[in-house]
């Protein structure tokens, strides 16, 4: 499998050191850390979600990431219904976790969402990006009551997003805090520009059982892209909401709207009285 190939190859030959800026930014984040050396910050600091880790985090982190690959390896079929969009991929626009602050729904309404992250970060991507999975086709009832620790109610019962397919780089039950690609530092994004930004699992034991799975926490999606767009339904009851829809109907993928009770998804086919 030449995907398989090309991220166990990334995996072991990325390897960023924390530059003296990086040091500076430790420091000032977390006061615990000033009276540390930087030999020390450099070898054991790991503030996974900011980007800031040091080697010997690195190198954990590099390790349960190549055990995943093993297991990726010896199951194609779990790899293809990622890849082919066999399986629901949500990467939510609206969600707001620890180190991203997305959107507030309740607040003000951007018109153009969608355009404008596409803008942003492109219709498909080799940087790695955090969603969440179900086992179950676009359309059909996701379960996720059955499966959610958090992440998944957040993302079913509120907002809007993309459905994407990829590469499942990690499938985690929990999440794993990993990188936040809009709070990471310059120089780590100008290190991966050429191979795609990364993020990083800790152990291979957070992972999902590709055999026996219902949904996925945080799932690391490389090589990804665009198949979809969802919009919970309460966005379809006010006028205000309308260039919102619009929006996503520009963007030349199937729009669909969810039921924030169950989470599934219907394809809409106009905006009015749908």
Same mark, same amino acid.
């Given at each position: 499998m030449k995907? @398989?190939?090309?991220?166990?190859?990334?995996?072991?030959?990325?390897?960023?050191? @924390?530059? #003296?800026?990086? @040091?500076? $930014?430790?420091? %000032?984040?977390?006061p615990k850390y000033r009276s540390w050396s930087d030999e020390r910050i450099r070898k054991e600091v790991d503030l996974t979600g900011l980007g800031l880790q040091g080697t010997d $985090?690195? $190198?954990?982190?590099?390790? $349960?990431?190549?055990?995943?690959?093993?297991? &990726?390896?010896?199951? =194609?079929?779990?790899?293809?219904?990622? &890849?082919?969009?066999?399986?629901?991929?949500?990467?939510? @626009?609206t969600y707001s976790g620890t180190y991203s602050n997305k959107e507030d729904m309740h607040g003000r309404l951007p018109k153009q969402?969608?355009?404008?992250?596409?803008?942003?970060?492109?219709?498909?991507?080799? #940087?790695?990006?955090?969603?969440?999975?179900?086992? %179950? %086709?676009?359309?059909? #009832? =996701?379960k996720f009551w059955n499966w959610d620790q958090g992440n998944a109610q957040s993302v079913y019962t509120e907002g809007y997003g993309f459905l994407m397919k990829g590469y499942p780089a990690f499938a985690a039950e929990t999440d794993m805090m990993t990188q936040t690609l809009s709070a990471i530092p310059d120089t780590l994004k100008d290190f991966h520009k050429h191979s795609g930004l990364v993020k990083r699992a800790q152990s291979v034991t957070q992972g999902i059982n590709p055999d026996d799975w219902e949904g996925t926490e945080e799932l690391i999606l490389d090589n990804w892209e665009i198949i979809?767009?969802?919009?919970? #339904?309460y966005y379809f009851k006010y006028d205000e909401y309308y260039p919102l829809v619009k929006d996503a109907e520009s963007i030349g993928v199937p729009v669909y709207k969810m039921n924030t009770v169950d989470g599934t998804m219907k394809a809409i086919r106009r905006y009015i009285g749908d």
């Open positions: 995907y @398989l190939r090309q991220y166990i190859r990334q995996i072991f030959l990325e390897n960023y050191e @924390l530059t #003296d800026r990086d @040091l500076v $930014a430790v420091r %000032a984040e977390y $985090a690195i $190198a954990r982190d590099k390790e $349960a990431m190549g055990d995943w690959h093993e297991i &990726m390896r010896q199951n =194609p079929d779990f790899v293809k219904d990622f &890849m082919q969009g066999r399986v629901q991929i949500l990467h939510s @626009l969402p969608f355009t404008q992250w596409i803008n942003k970060f492109g219709r498909r991507s080799r #940087d790695q990006i955090s969603c969440i999975a179900a086992n %179950a %086709a676009i359309g059909e #009832d =996701p979809g767009i969802y919009i919970a #339904d």
